[in-house]
């Protein structure tokens, strides 16, 4: 019996000392190897949910906000984690409740397909403009690639508000729609260096306790993560260790970091950095107020972190070398994200987005756009092209083989001064595109003649009397040809138009019937004003296309286009234009040629001659060839006499 009480004394005995010795050794801090293994984040996704007869049919204002966690046991002494953390909570958003919310359920669709609608009209405007971008450049030309990624991902948004579009009206007529609030909880850990994510489950929901609790639906805790117990040192585990394995999302998690002195690698602003080894997470204050919060290597700033300037603004950065090179932020005038010199000033490529929805994608200088980029808005025409000092300057086409050629001729390719020059029409070569302004032209100029207009009439009793043998010399060597008018102030409209009909040709496979139209403000001021001058340019196109059937073109000068072309805007929308601008830029409106020059070259023609290009490469012309293959209106009714010549 002695022995028995003995032997269940000495049992005893030893099992209080493993249990004083299990509540030490759980007492006992954990190590800082411990620490930084036991941290990881909550993801809280959440959105608003559209059901419809009780299926998900579409999520809408979403939000995703990051809590600090610990990796905990379930048991105070023993191991016993099994995939279980905690924490810290956080103002979650509201559920809508349905009895509330119901009867304006329909007024809030109707508010959300409006929406939807102005969206998708400022979508599909700039897809008209991306799409004519596309069909008259190629890949040869300079930000091709990026104008046609952007129009890809248009595309995208136009399929997806498309759907949702078709949601939202399905909806409106169910009576059973209702909207709920759905949360998404993600844990985020670091695993052998890697960043790791698992869905978990929020366990003490509707509890009241003072951490969130939630477990992995694997039940499983990483095999590199140690866990802690929840009392009493998960308080223990300090916000630096958050930062330094989960850089910006840890600052986020963490909101209000209290860094120790050994992360302070930084003592004021203006005095440079300490040259420390400090590899890590880190804060940088600048006068008590955080400067820079994110990554460093030796001491020195190097990958991901955020900056906050002087004045104000939170860039989230990268570095290297202690020098930042690129980023995103955001304030009042719009979002950045892009290359930066180290002041946070856009330099490089970057792209721009303004609160109303215009971008600017290329290159900067100094925070100026400058070079070539390209913007586009809901509202704004797409604007590509050279940028200086951060004003739109045009398009700096670069002049090679593959590009579209053709001249203009009249009487003075013929009579200069006193004498007669004949062309030689097998010999028609352009070898120079002028010499008024700069231009870029890869390789030499030695270009065919892909087309050619020729003047016909002027007023309503001026005659080119060479145009008649000029037409049938081009038609018999295949070289596409048109007729021009020039137009006069101090004509009846309707007399000019019948007057170039009467001594114009208009064949199948012709280029369209162009108005040249060059007067003088004097002359403007003189016959009535803008809208006079577009009353007559308008019936002068309407009684020409009603005759031939062919929508004519019209000539006006890049000065006219800025100054008077906004008086008609129909006829801007309606009619081709061929526009003369003879400055180093392209026009910056919709064409279908450009005369880039008066003085160019071309052999076989004496004197200075009108250099013309085609607004697109190859495959576009030859479409633009096809539309004019189509018999004129004028020869259907009398294939006798077309529209009659000279």
């Not at 508000?161 to 009206?169: A, E, I, K, N, T």
């Not at 916000?239 to 302070?264: D, H, V, W």
């Not at 060059?518 to 009535?528: A, D, F, N, T, Y």
Request: charged share 25%; glycine share 8%.
């Amino acid at each position: 019996m002695k022995t028995n009480r003995n032997t269940r004394r000495k049992v005893g005995g030893i099992a209080l000392l493993v249990i004083a010795g299990l509540v030490v050794w759980r007492l006992w801090l954990p190590s800082e190897s411990v620490m930084r293994r036991s941290t990881a984040l909550i993801e809280h996704a959440t959105a608003y949910q559209l059901d419809i007869d009780g299926d998900s049919a579409l999520s809408f204002a979403p939000d995703t906000t990051y809590t600090p966690a610990v990796w905990i046991n379930r048991l105070w002494l023993l191991p016993s984690c099994l995939g279980r953390l905690a924490s810290t909570p956080y103002e979650r958003r509201t559920s809508i409740p349905q009895d509330d919310f119901s009867p304006r359920l329909k007024d809030w669709l109707t508010r959300e397909l409006a929406a939807n609608d102005s969206i998708l009209r400022g979508l599909r405007r700039q897809r008209g403009e991306l799409r004519y971008y596309l069909r008259v450049h190629g890949v040869q030309d300079e930000g091709y690639a990026e104008i046609y990624r952007y129009t890809q991902r248009i595309n995208a948004g136009i399929d997806s508000l498309r759907h949702v579009d078709s949601l939202l009206q399905k909806a409106l007529k169910r009576r059973d729609a209702e909207v709920r609030l759905t949360t998404h909880y993600t844990v985020v850990y670091r695993t052998r260096g890697k960043l790791r994510r698992e869905a978990v489950d929020w366990t003490n929901q509707g509890e009241n306790d003072s951490y969130m609790r939630f477990r992995t639906r694997s039940k499983r805790k990483p095999l590199t993560a140690a866990a802690v117990s929840l009392w009493p040192w998960m308080k223990s585990v300090r916000e630096q260790y958050f930062l330094e394995r989960y850089a910006e999302n840890g600052f986020k998690a963490c909101r209000k970091p209290q860094i120790t002195s050994l992360l302070t690698v930084k003592s004021d602003a203006s005095n440079g950095f300490l040259q420390n080894s400090y590899t890590g997470y880190g804060v940088i204050y600048a006068k008590g107020d955080i400067e820079y919060a994110g990554q460093f290597r030796n001491g020195r700033r190097s990958g991901a972190g955020l900056l906050i300037t002087p004045l104000g603004r939170r860039i989230h950065g990268l570095f290297a070398a202690d020098t930042l090179y690129s980023g995103i932020w955001t304030d009042a005038e719009g979002t950045y994200n892009g290359d930066m010199n180290r002041h946070g000033m856009p330099t490089g490529h970057g792209t721009f987005v303004s609160p109303s929805g215009v971008r600017y994608e290329g290159k900067w200088t100094e925070g100026q756009r400058s070079g070539f980029g390209f913007a586009i808005g809901p509202a704004s025409l797409l604007r590509a092209g050279e940028w200086e000092r951060d004003i739109y300057r045009g398009e700096r086409l670069v002049y090679t083989s593959e590009r579209i050629y053709g001249i203009d001729i009249s009487r003075f390719q013929h009579d200069i001064g006193k004498k007669h020059y004949p062309i030689e029409w097998d010999k028609l070569r352009i070898t120079q595109l002028g010499t008024l302004s700069r231009k870029r032209v890869r390789g030499k100029v030695d270009y065919p003649v892909s087309f050619l207009y020729i003047k016909s009439t002027e007023g309503t009793t001026v005659l080119n009397k060479y145009y008649a043998d000029d037409y049938r010399q081009a038609r018999k060597r295949g070289i596409p040809v048109g007729t021009y008018h020039f137009f006069s102030t101090t004509s009846s409209a309707k007399k000019q138009a019948s007057w170039f009909l009467k001594n114009s040709k208009v064949l199948k496979g012709d280029f369209p019937p162009v108005l040249d139209v060059e007067p003088l403000p004097s002359q403007i001021r003189k016959m009535g004003g803008e809208e006079a001058l577009w009353t007559a340019v308008r019936t002068w196109l309407k009684a020409v296309e009603e005759a031939t059937g062919r929508k004519p073109v019209l000539y006006i000068s890049q000065m006219f286009v800025n100054n008077y072309l906004p008086y008609a805007p129909d006829i801007k929308r309606d009619y081709p234009v061929w526009i003369a601008r003879y400055g180093e830029y392209k026009p910056d409106v919709r064409l279908v040629y450009w005369q880039l020059s008066p003085d160019g070259r071309v052999n076989g023609i004496h004197g200075d001659v009108d250099i013309n290009v085609f607004n697109g490469y190859r495959k576009e012309f030859n479409s633009f060839m096809k539309r004019n293959e189509t018999e004129p209106k004028s020869l259907k009714k009398n294939p006798q006499t077309t529209v009659r010549g000279v």
